[in-house]
């Protein structure tokens, strides 16, 4: 089975942390061969800052990392502004940053998460055609706007994926409105990956009216039972190329607990994660 089952972020989930806070990401590696790197959404990291994720990480470990702001046009003004050399030079400084990571073959792929505000449209369409030229590294999809799976264009849609060579991200959250999108077991290159958000609906609408950045604690508080993570296991067994799954349903520490519990359904035991600090809550295991 050629899965592997990680979190968002490694600065969020004390039910694996056994040393200091600046341990905290060997102390995750020892528990999962995978991570998403969510700050990278806010700014594009120092090339140290990389150099040390890959040094403190076993060989085998990986990383998915998440799309700067600007390359997935969440400051639409500010890239509307940009001409295209300009906006050349910000994926040119992404790939900068993430140098180490590729050098080290740890760089499992690059997610664009995209606002509910990127609908199906030809300009839109065209932007992505970009991004496929502008990036000589592998891509992971996330549409948030329910426009791309409309009945009329779907096929075409992951056709499109398929022709451009993008990983499209299979979805698990609420349903509630244009905003979200279907779980849909579609595989368009040669890994997978599903991203689990939860499904908070009472959450998921009333982040909608919340200011700041509460919002993301309230979206992403809801924990998987054993009976959804076991049929999420079943329909992930349809998928039969390398699969990456990430929890992101990280507001209340829920996320460790169901990727562990996800990894244990699947019988998944992981070779050359870091080594793990035992304590009393770990033995039998």
Known sequence: MMWKIGLT??????????GPQRQQLEDYAAYFPVVEVDTSFYAIPRVSSVERWV?????TFEFIVKANRQMTLHDVTDVDQLDESQQKEVFASFMEAFEPMTKANKLAFILFQFPPYFTCSAKNIAYL????AWLPVEVAIEFRHAS???KLVQAEMF???EQQRYIHT???????GESTVPYINRVTASKAFIRLHGRNEAGWVQAKRTDGDEWREVRTLYRYSEAELVDIQKKSLEIKVPLYIVFNNNSGGDAADNGLS???I?????????NRQLNLFDEGE
């Open 9 to 18: 972020g490694w600065t969020d989930h004390p039910r694996v942390y056994h």
């Open 55 to 59: 040094q403190r990480t076993p060989t």
């Open 129 to 132: 055609k970009k991004i496929r």
């Open 148 to 150: 791309w799976y409309d």
């Open 159 to 161: 056709h499109f994926l």
């Open 170 to 176: 299979i979805v698990d959250q609420p349903q509630v």
């Open 262 to 264: 996800l990894q244990k």
């Open 266 to 274: 699947s019988g998944l035991h992981y070779e050359g994660l870091a």
